[in-house]
């Protein structure tokens, strides 16, 4: 089965010339991205001003439903958007925090810019609540639910920890979350493209994330999922002509709202970066998410057998059912060992709190896995010998 989905990697140039197992920070380019941008240009250069009318200008809404189609959201429902604090800030203006409802939930294991964002609407009456993790790796569940009270307006929360790759219990969240009132923004960042997401088998409110790590779609698109029902009834109030009902129009005075996804946007898309995002988004769905989590379940099992065989701390959840993609190693100078790991070609990164994090993907070999684990026990030997 695996070595099914390895038929896929000489789509990946860069998988020649590397150790790739770094999908959880940014998916490898797949090689139909060089027509992407060559046909982009050629749009540009010979169709010029009319290329808006011919194809830009709903382009947003078609790479909003290919990445739909990955979480089971409905055609119309996604927005696009340059990235996922963009979306924030999307959903936090269709709401006013002057009320008695004003609170907003989250843990201090979610994204920090998403936090860096609701903190500084503390001005415009958001009350945050953080709660606090025991562990570093997990968000203590029940604590959360806690949280969440009548007077909880939202509940802004990452599907998977980028630090650990802890899988939060979306279903807990979102059902304590109706019973009070409140509404989850979930992050599906870490989740979408290396662990199933059914946005309408969650009930989720709204969904968000990007799609330059399991999506191998590159910087610049993120997408905002709202839910039907209530898509029809938010109005943003960071909004722009790109969600006016007639946009051509040019009309002066307040914005009249077009429907889903468009109501959600604003202003001039980010043409380049959605015609780059759409060949992975496109081998992704081949590929199939329910494959690469099985696969991506057995890989993460090897790193953290090969981690413990070195009797080195694993920063992430040892039940492949709470772990999303990746594995963080905090082996002894963990931020050191990263920095060497980067000049022989193996490409990982480092996270305080967390250790170095390795995330295998569709197209990963296991000889990788046992290829980077030999390199940072080869760094780590010549380490301890120059400090004899
Ligand atoms: C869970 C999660 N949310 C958000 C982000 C990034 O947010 P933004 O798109 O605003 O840069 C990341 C990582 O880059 C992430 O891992």
């Avoid at 630090?163 to 989740?191: C, M, P, W, Y």
């Avoid at 709470?322 to 070609?345: A, F, N, W």
Wanted: net charge negative; proline share 6%; glycine share 6%.
């Amino acid at each position: 089965m695996s070595h099914d989905l390895l038929r896929h990697r000489s789509q990946f140039p860069i998988l020649d010339r590397t150790t790739y197992l770094i999908s959880n920070s940014l998916g490898a380019m797949p090689r139909g991205v060089y027509d992407a941008i060559h046909d982009y240009a050629e749009t540009w250069a010979t169709r010029g001003v009319r290329a808006w009318e011919e194809r830009w200008w709903m382009l947003a809404g078609h790479v909003g439903d290919e990445i739909g189609a990955l979480m089971n959201a409905p055609k119309g429902s996604i927005s696009t958007h340059q990235n996922v604090t963009t979306c924030q800030a999307v959903v936090a203006s269709c709401f006013d925090f002057s009320g008695k409802r004003n609170k907003v939930v989250y843990t201090d294991m979610n994204f920090p810019s998403v936090m860096y964002f609701w903190e500084a609407q503390k001005g415009r009456g958001v009350r945050v609540h953080m709660v606090k993790t025991d562990d570093a790796i997990t968000v203590p569940t029940e604590r959360l639910l806690d949280a969440i009270d009548e007077q909880t307006l939202l509940v802004p929360i990452s599907h998977i920890i980028f630090r650990s790759a802890f899988i939060n219990d979306a279903k807990a969240i979102i059902e304590k979350a109706h019973k009070v009132g409140a509404l989850v923004v979930l992050d599906t960042f870490q989740s979408l493209g290396t662990v199933p997401v059914d946005v309408q088998a969650l009930d989720t409110d709204f969904a968000c994330g990007g799609v330059l790590k399991w999506l191998c779609g590159g910087p610049g698109v993120a997408y905002l999922y709202v839910r039907p029902d209530l898509g029809n009834k938010l109005v943003p109030s960071f909004t722009g002509w790109a969600a006016h009902e007639d946009p051509f129009a040019f009309e002066i005075g307040p914005n009249r709202y077009t429907v889903p996804p468009y109501r959600f946007m604003n202003g001039t898309p980010h043409v380049p970066a959605l015609e780059a995002c759409r060949p992975g988004l496109k081998i992704i769905t081949e590929v199939g998410v329910d494959r690469i989590r099985e696969k991506s379940k057995r890989q993460t099992t090897r790193l953290i057998e090969l981690a413990d065989q070195h009797g080195w701390p694993v920063n992430t959840p040892r039940d492949p059912e709470q772990r999303g993609g990746t594995v963080s190693i905090d082996m002894p100078d963990s931020y050191d060992v990263c920095r060497e790991l980067l000049k022989r070609e193996i490409l990982v990164d480092y996270r305080p709190k967390a250790g170095v994090r390795m995330s295998p993907h569709f197209y990963n070999t296991d000889e990788e896995l046992e290829t980077a684990i030999d390199a940072v026990e080869e760094i780590l030997k010549n380490r301890q010998l120059a400090t004899r």
